[in-house]
């Protein structure tokens, strides 16, 4: 495997609350020398929060880049020196109000790593206990319980938008039906 990237020089070009921009002269493998935007995000969480009957939970929001409301699973940002599980209960209560018994880290994936540090966890959440909601003030957030075939609908119409919600849909249902295998009984 080649040897990664070296930064050669980076200067800050925005710094916010949420994100930097820097533009980084690099050293690529393979011997390519070039700049690169990046940015920089501290991570996140996408939570898939599995009730008790067998629905998953969606939460529906106004995405201003998106310039419309969609339908997606729990997500957030990892704040400083938090672990991923803990984000994910926080996410959880802050968007649902609910309290997960049960959390499991499934995997990590960059959603754009072309110019975007951010890694995001895929938490599955389960022996959930409803409670209210307590959503950060800018946000206006609706939550709904979808079964299996309201999902299927939702990504054979092509309505899902958000890339987290994808992977995170797409694993729940290579994962159900593979669990729904282990379940038959064997014929001899």
């Known amino acids: 495997m080649p040897a990664p990237s070296r930064i050669l020089a980076t200067r800050t070009i925005y710094q916010g609350q949420v994100v930097k921009l820097t533009i980084d002269r690099v050293a690529e ?3 390519v020398t070039t700049e690169r935007e ?7 969480v996408v939570v898939l929060p599995r009730l008790a009957d067998g629905r ?3 939460v529906r929001q ?3 880049p998106a310039r419309q409301y969609l339908w997606e699973l729990v997500a957030g940002s990892i704040e400083p020196r938090e672990r991923p599980l803990a984000a994910a209960r926080r996410e959880l209560l802050e968007e649902t109000g609910y309290r997960a018994q049960s959390l499991r880290l499934l995997f990590s994936f960059y959603p754009s790593p072309g110019f975007l540090t951010e890694r995001m966890y895929l938490v599955e959440a389960w022996n959930l206990r409803p409670g209210r909601a307590r959503p950060e003030s800018d946000e206006r957030i609706r939550s709904r319980a979808f079964t299996r075939a309201d ?5 054979s119409a092509k309505r899902c938008q958000d890339g987290k919600t ?7 249902l290579r994962d159900d039906d593979r669990s729904a295998r ?3 009984p064997q014929s001899l």
Do not use: A, D, K, T
């Open 182 to 184: 282990q379940r038959r």
């Open 166 to 172: 994808l992977v995170g849909l797409l694993w729940w």
């Open 38 to 44: 990046v940015v920089h995000h501290p991570g996140s």
């Open 151 to 155: 999902i299927e609908r939702v990504l």
């Open 29 to 31: 493998p393979g011997g």
């Open 62 to 64: 106004y995405r201003h």
């Open 56 to 58: 998953i939970l969606l």
